[in-house]
């Protein structure tokens, strides 16, 4: 370690979701590297760790290296020229980068879809479809003495999310942390999550909106034939006694993740938790919050929202945002062959898209935007490398529970932010397709 | 004289046609018909762009060629005749109030939502949300019939209120999902977790399936209505046999986390 050492206190961790703003940083500024993460969980240590300064070209035009100028020039043609662009991904980057990328469909009369699609997407459906009952995470410690995990697996994929936001600390109205609260978990198998749970439930796979939509029914107070324990594998019993402590519960929180909504029934597996929830506050307080993956996709989700007044899978080709998962959603739009153009933002569809979606991302032109190099800005027409959000780049992201937390620069990156590229491309394919001249904010 | 329209250019993006509408064509001439706009992606384009054009100022409108890529197709259409020769894409006779619409291909996802009256009917398979809501909207179709002679995919008959949807073969899951009202015959299988959310409304297969636990089971018995409504779809060209006529039919009623008066009605032979 270099004698050029900075220390930096309450920065956050963008590696997932939970977006914990209690990091104490040591930098090497000689190294450009973060050599110690403390309060960092082993997810966010690897994260800190692993985020140097590449040796890689600040861009490239068809795999060879050019200035990032005519690279911005190159990306700027492609959108314009498009009659089906798509933009997808954001979720890995600040709000104040996702802001330009909605300009930017907005003006192309593009797609503008992000990750949720592929993860949260169906909570998204059915958040219009059912509505959302909902609680900041700071309430959730304060207040809630009955956990629900539903379809996820915590302890491995937001290793902090009992012990900073839920279970086992100590809030206002629980000052006994995890004595104070009744810790129930549902899953088709036993994982790590499973030893913090006093209740689990072993759902049958694939059956979970039958159990959803069985303890709605007991909630409401219809009766179940005994026959329910071989459609889901959990006990007419084992259920009433459920419905029992989550009615007589003081506030009682339901965390679902993806095992609900990239399951057989989808939005409808999210729209029958969420039912659930409502039909629980005729008789207590209850909320329902999506355990989110990416460190920023709740802020893709709330910009696409302000900005468009949809979450995901938004369409601009007629001049107005229009909203249709299926329809407007990237594997969609890939898959059927319909997108000429793609801006791909911190995301790499080419390594987990469905193969027929990535045989068609070969097909037509790509501009991607990520800190590394990556399956897809492997096979751009235009890459770039950008700096890392929350190491490299100060801005804005949302924690899971819809909370702004800013973020702060560890050490500087030689490579433009996502922000400034964007804004970039923004400014020439406004200049290209004749739109508005919108005051653009200043980079700093 | 009939109008035909037959696709000479392939899209090559999705191309928005809502113009496609018999009523609308009817007034008419066949350069006026040419210069209708249509979406091309993000680009204004014309029919023209796309179809050669014979005839005019008719209520009968032919359209050949695979339209697979054409949307909205005969979006809002009250009256008149369209043939579709061939496959179309989605959103097909979005809220439609009157006439008939033929497809001898498959039909997207999307066939008829929110319809108001007239009748669709695809001789092949048809996707997803079949005379359904559109998201963020509680109701979907109000009227009208929808008849398909191969497969329908999910969500068919999502927040469906009034009319009625007939299927051949099968149907995807949550056939009638969040249903108000109206009828809704799978002549195949049901799909898993149809009728979820049901209010009333009528949901028949002429096969067993699994029902949802909030559904209960009624009776076993002939309904004296399902004769005139089989027979009806028998004269529509849908394979009902002598059987269904006048066999029996187990009834579930649900859901009961709504307002359990609909019923899930399954042949028993």
New interface residues.
């Given amino acids: 370690m270099g004698d050029n050492i900075k220390i930096i206190e309450n920065a956050t961790c963008t590696f997932c979701g939970c977006v914990c703003d209690d990091m104490h940083l040591t930098v090497d500024l000689d190294e450009k590297k973060i050599t110690k993460a403390k309060n960092a969980c082993v997810l966010g240590r690897a994260w800190f760790a692993q985020h140097g300064i590449p040796d890689y070209p600040q861009a490239t035009i068809g795999g060879k290296e050019a200035s990032v100028e005519d690279a911005v020039e190159e990306a700027a043609q492609i959108l314009a020229e498009?009659?089906?662009?798509i933009i997808y991904g954001l979720s890995d980057t600040t709000c104040e980068a996702q802001r330009h990328a909605v300009a930017i469909a907005d003006l192309?009369?593009?797609c503008i879809d992000t990750t949720t699609s592929v993860c949260h997407g169906p909570s998204g459906?059915a958040f219009?479809?059912v509505g959302e009952s909902t609680a900041t995470l700071g309430e959730v410690k304060n207040r809630a003495d009955f956990i629900m995990y539903w379809g996820g697996n915590p302890a491995e994929s937001h290793p902090r999310h009992f012990t900073r936001y839920a279970v086992t600390t100590k809030g206002l109205y629980t000052p006994n942390g995890k004595k104070d609260r009744t810790v129930v978990l549902v899953d088709v198998r036993k994982t790590p999550s499973a030893p913090v749970a006093d209740i689990f439930l072993s759902v049958k796979p694939g059956r979970d909106?039958?159990l959803a939509?069985?303890l709605?029914?007991l909630v409401?107070g219809?009766?179940?034939?005994p026959?329910?324990e071989q459609?889901?594998g959990v006990s007419l019993a084992t259920l009433e006694d459920l419905v029992d402590r989550m009615k007589n519960c003081r506030y009682g929180v339901l965390f679902f993740g993806m095992g609900l909504t990239m399951t057989?029934?989808r939005h409808?597996n999210s729209g029958a938790v969420l039912?659930l929830t409502t039909d629980l506050n005729e008789f207590t307080h209850f909320v329902a919050k999506p355990v989110r993956g990416h460190g920023n996709v709740t802020g893709a989700d709330n910009v696409l929202s302000w900005q468009t007044g949809y979450p995901f899978g938004v369409n601009?080709?007629?001049g107005f945002p229009r909203?249709?998962?299926?329809?407007f959603t990237t594997v969609d739009t890939l898959a059927r062959g319909?997108?000429?153009a793609a801006l791909i933002i911190a995301s790499d569809p080419a390594s987990n898209f469905p193969r027929k979606a990535i045989e068609h991302l070969g097909a037509i032109p790509v501009i991607a935007l990520d800190t590394k190099q990556t399956q897809t800005t492997n096979l751009a027409r235009v890459a770039f490398i950008t700096a890392t959000y929350g190491i490299n780049t100060a801005g804005t992201v949302y924690r899971m529970d819809d909370v702004p937390i800013t973020l702060r620069k560890a050490f500087d990156s030689p490579y433009p932010t996502d922000e400034e590229i964007l804004t970039a491309i923004r400014r020439r394919v406004q200049a290209l397709c004749g739109g508005p001249a919108v005051p653009l904010r200043k980079v700093s | 004289m009939s109008v035909t329209l037959t696709l000479h250019t392939q899209p090559?993006?999705?191309l928005?046609a809502e113009c496609l509408s018999p009523d609308r064509l009817a007034t008419l001439d066949q350069a006026g018909i040419a210069a209708l706009p249509v979406?091309?992606?993000?680009?204004n384009m014309t029919v023209g762009d796309f179809f050669s054009v014979d005839g005019g100022k008719d209520l009968t409108v032919r359209i050949i060629g695979d339209l697979g890529?054409v949307k909205h197709v005969a979006t809002g259409m009250s009256g008149g005749h369209l043939i579709i020769d061939g496959n179309i894409g989605?959103h097909l006779g979005l809220g439609m109030s009157g006439g008939e619409i033929t497809v001898t291909g498959h039909a997207g996802?999307w066939v008829g939502p929110e319809m108001g009256g007239g009748r669709i009917v695809v001789r092949g398979d048809a996707g997803?949300m079949v005379g359904s809501a559109?998201?963020?909207s509680k109701v979907g179709m109000r009227g009208g019939e929808i008849i398909v002679h191969g497969r329908i995919g999910n969500e068919a008959g999502n927040g469906m209120r009034r009319g009625m949807i007939a299927v051949a073969a099968d149907s995807g899951?949550?056939t009638g999902?969040n249903m108000i009202a109206g009828s809704i015959f799978v002549l195949g299988r049901l799909g898993?977790?149809s009728g979820?959310g049901m209010k009333r409304g009528t949901i028949v297969s002429l096969h067993d399936a699994e029902v949802?636990?909030?559904y209960?089971y009624a009776a076993c018995y002939h309904p004296v209505f399902l004769r005139h409504y089989l027979l009806r779809l028998r004269q529509l060209g849908l394979p009902v046999e002598e059987a269904h006529l006048g066999g029996r039919y187990r009834r579930w009623s649900g859901d009961?986390?709504e307002l359990n008066r609909g019923e899930i009605l399954l042949f028993a032979g």
């Fill in positions: 498009a009659k089906f662009p192309i009369h593009g459906i219009q479809g909106f039958e939509w069985a709605r029914a409401k219809r009766k179940l034939d026959s329910i459609v889901t057989r029934g409808f039912a601009f080709s007629r909203f249709n998962p299926g329809e319909d997108a000429d | 090559e993006v999705p928005e979406l091309h992606g993000n680009r890529r989605s996802d997803h559109y998201r963020g899951d949550f999902v898993a977790r979820a949802l636990p909030t209960s009961s986390v």
